[in-house]
C-alpha cells in the first residue's frame, strides 16, 4: 500500500534540514520544544524518576506503573535518536502506551549521549539498568517471569545488543527482546539492503542521512564491524531471548530488521517478524495515535504474555 495519507501529508511538509554541520545541541532543543506538557500526557497509576546503581554509575529511569497490582512483568526501554538525541522526555509518551498495553511496568532509560560520552557508554548504562533491575525485582515488585528489553531505532540496536551481552554473560534473566524499526547494520553502503535505495527518499528518514546523523556515535569509537554496535554482525545468535522485531514498509532500515529476524529463526530463536504496511520509519514513536499503527503496542502485549511467547512466525500489517 501508499505511504499511509496522515504521514504522507505530514512528511510533505517537514522542513528542510538546516545547512551546515548537524548541531546536536539545536536538534535536542527543538526535540524537547515538542514534549507534551505533563497535564496532557497518557494517566497512567504511577510515573516516577529514580537513580538506577549501575556499575558504569548512577543512571536516571522513569518508571511507568500502568496500574495497581501486587506484581508485574518489566519492560526495559532505550529510546531512539542515533545515539545523540532523545531523552526520558521526547520518549516519555511511548513509554507510556507501551507500559498502558501491556500491563508491565517500564523502566525507561535516560543513558549517556554521543559525542559528549565515548562508546561503549550508553550500551554500558542500557545493560547495567537490565542488571539493577534483576538485581531489585523485590522493591519493583517484578513477578518474576517477563524481564524484556525494547527499543525503537537506534533504542533497538541497544536491546539487541544488551541481549547478546547478557547471553554472553551467563545472565538469563532477559525473556524477550522487542526492536521497533531497529539499527542494526551500521554499515550504511546503500548496495547491502534494497530497502536503503527503495526507501532513499521522500518518507522521512532518508539513506543519505544515515552516515551524519549516526557519525557522533561512530566518531566515538563505535566500530561498525563489532556486534554490539552492528548486531546483525554476530556470527552466533543461537540462545538469544525470544524476539519480536517490527519494521516499517517505507524504512530504509527495513531489510536489515527482517534479516536479523530470519538469522533468529534460522539460530532456533522464537522470533516474530512483522512489517507494519504504510508506515515510515519511527511510526511507533511518532504516529502511535493512529489506530492501525498502536496496533504495535497491542502485538508487543500478546508477543509478552505468557500464553503466546512461544509463538513463531512473520506478520504483515
Known amino acids: ?26 536538534l535536542r532543543a527543538d526535540e524537547e520544544s515538542h514534549v507534551a506538557a505533563p497535564a496532557d500526557r497518557l494517566p497512567l497509576h504511577a510515573v516516577d524518576d529514580a537513580v538506577a546503581a549501575a556499575p558504569s554509575g548512577d543512571v536516571p529511569v522513569r518508571i511507568y506503573t500502568p496500574a495497581e497490582a501486587d506484581s508485574y512483568g518489566v519492560i526495559v526501554y532505550f529510546h531512539g535518536g542515533a545515539f545523540f538525541l532523545g531523552s526520558l522526555d521526547t520518549h516519555d509518551h511511548v513509554a507510556r502506551a507501551l507500559a498502558k498495553e501491556t500491563g508491565c511496568r517500564v523502566i525507561s532509560v535516560g543513558y549517556r549521549l554521543a559525542p559528549e560520552h565515548r562508546f561503549p557508554a550508553g550500551l554500558t548504562d542500557c545493560y547495567g539498568v537490565v542488571r539493577w533491575v534483576s538485581e531489585h525485582g523485590r522493591d519493583l515488585n517484578r513477578d518474576g517471569t517477563t524481564l524484556a528489553v525494547a527499543g525503537d531505532s537506534s533504542g533497538g540496536t541497544f536491546a539487541a545488543a544488551v541481549a547478546a551481552m547478557a547471553h554472553d554473560d551467563g545472565f538469563t534473566a532477559i525473556t524477550h527482546q ?38 557522533f556515535y561512530l566518531d566515538s569509537g563505535a566500530d561498525p564491524a563489532d556486534p554490539l554496535v552492528s548486531p546483525i554482525k554476530r556470527e552466533d545468535l543461537s540462545g538469544l531471548p525470544a ?75
Open 1 to 26: 500500500m501508499p505511504l499511509h495519507p496522515e504521514i504522507a501529508t505530514i512528511v510533505a511538509n517537514l522542513p528542510a534540514p538546516p545547512e551546515g554541520p548537524i548541531d546536536p545541541a539545536f
Open 178 to 215: 522487542v526492536l521497533y524499526y531497529p539499527s542494526l547494520d551500521l554499515d550504511f553502503d546503500e548496495d547491502r539492503y534494497a530497502s536503503l535505495r527503495e526507501n532513499a527518499t521522500g518518507y522521512g528518514l532518508e539513506t543519505a542521512g544515515l552516515k551524519p546523523f549516526n557519525a
Open 243 to 317: 524476539a519480536l522485531v517490527i519494521t516499517a514498509e517505507y524504512d530504509p532500515l527495513r531489510d536489515e530488521g527482517e534479516l536479523y529476524g530470519r538469522r533468529l529463526t534460522e539460530a532456533g530463536v522464537e522470533a516474530r517478524i512483522s512489517r507494519y504496511a504504510g508506515a515510515n520509519h519511527g511510526f511507533v514513536a511518532n504516529f502511535g495515535w493512529i489506530p492501525e499503527y498502536h496496533a504495535a503496542f497491542t502485538e508487543t502485549r500478546a508477543f509478552l504474555a505468557p500464553v503466546t511467547a512461544g509463538a513463531t512466525g512473520a506478520g504483515q500489517r
